[in-house]
């Protein structure tokens, strides 16, 4: 985030005033925090011109009786381009599908979850806020595997990481 620091900084400068565009991501609870926190302005574009648009329009076919089924292809579709917004390349169509699965596991995941569980104290606690903070970062961490190198290399490094082979 240093060089939207940067930009955000040279533009006060000169009288202009740009958003913020990283809010501490990596101390996210969940994986939609982290998009509410991460790249900022290109997760707003997506969420407002691709997610959200798509989203309405599935709900006037027949899949408005599966909410799940328009969310994770909303989700999975919009991250494919944010995929492709850093490159057309395998790679980073891989990383944009993880992140679509993410968040569909998070939405359905979230969507099952009793309210009694939701309103308990321990939910709410820092202890379950701590577990989600690592678990999220532990998957964010994963995805930048495939976005930071070629697939036959991010699956060998997954291998190694997670097999030992």
């Known amino acids: 985030s240093a060089y939207s620091d940067i930009a955000i900084g040279v533009s006060r400068v000169m009288g202009v005033t740009v958003p913020e565009n990283f809010r501490w991501p990596y101390l996210s609870p969940n994986i939609q925090e982290f998009w509410n ?27 408005r009786r599966d909410p799940l089924v328009i969310a994770a292809a909303s989700y999975v579709v919009s991250f494919l381009i944010i ?17 679509g ?3 569909t596991g998070y939405h359905a995941a979230r969507a099952r979850i009793p309210q009694a569980v939701t ?7 820092r202890v379950a806020s701590a577990a989600g903070t690592a678990i999220t970062f532990g998957l964010v961490s994963v995805g930048w595997v495939p976005f930071m ?7 060998r490094l997954l291998r190694l990481m997670f097999a030992g082979v």
Do not use: C, K, Q
């Not at 995929?83 to 992140?99: D, E, F, I, Q, T």
């Not at 309103?119 to 606690?125: D, E, V, W």
């Not at 190198?149 to 699956?155: D, F, G, H, S, Y």
């Open 149 to 155: 190198t070629n697939l036959p290399e991010a699956w």
């Open 37 to 63: 926190r991460w790249h900022i302005t290109l997760s707003s574009w997506v969420r407002d011109y691709v997610f959200l648009p798509m989203g309405h329009e599935l709900f006037r076919t027949r899949l």
């Open 101 to 103: 699965v993410l968040l």
């Open 83 to 99: 995929g492709a917004w850093h490159g057309l390349m395998l790679n980073y169509l891989v990383w944009g599908a993880y992140h």
């Open 119 to 125: 309103r308990s104290p321990l939910y709410r606690s």
